[in-house]
């Protein structure tokens, strides 16, 4: 099984290395000396402590829907011509771009600083390690 130092865990999960550190003090997320003597997480617990915190985060809408890819964040950027928008929302550490019709984002009220929540449904997703797997 993979094994995570602090840093690379504070990356995975778009928080500072101190908040990790923070997070194994109060026995939230299990660590142990690797064998480097630097603490590592496992990644099954790594896993399952990422699991645990995302469904932890508030979707402002409170619609249930069928999609499970639900990604709350700020808007940070609106770009629209007559008939189409560009919207961006940062959330969490993730940047995600929707385009849609100028109609939608003035019912919406959709404008830097607004929360809102990205829903994604696709056909097909494409799933990549680093190759240096077990």
Known sequence: MPQ????EVAGLLGVSDDTVRRW???ARLPAEQGPSGRL???GSVLAEF???RARSVHDP????RSARNRFVGLVTEVVSDTVMSQVE?????HRVVSLLSTEAVEELGLRPGVLAVAVVKSTAVVVET???GP
């Open 4 to 7: 995570y130092r602090i840093s």
């Open 50 to 52: 990422a699991r645990d």
């Open 61 to 64: 809408s409170g619609v249930e």
């Open 89 to 93: 929302l940062q959330c969490g550490p």
């Open 40 to 42: 590592v997480v496992e």
């Open 130 to 132: 680093p190759g240096d």
């Open 24 to 26: 194994v003090d109060d």
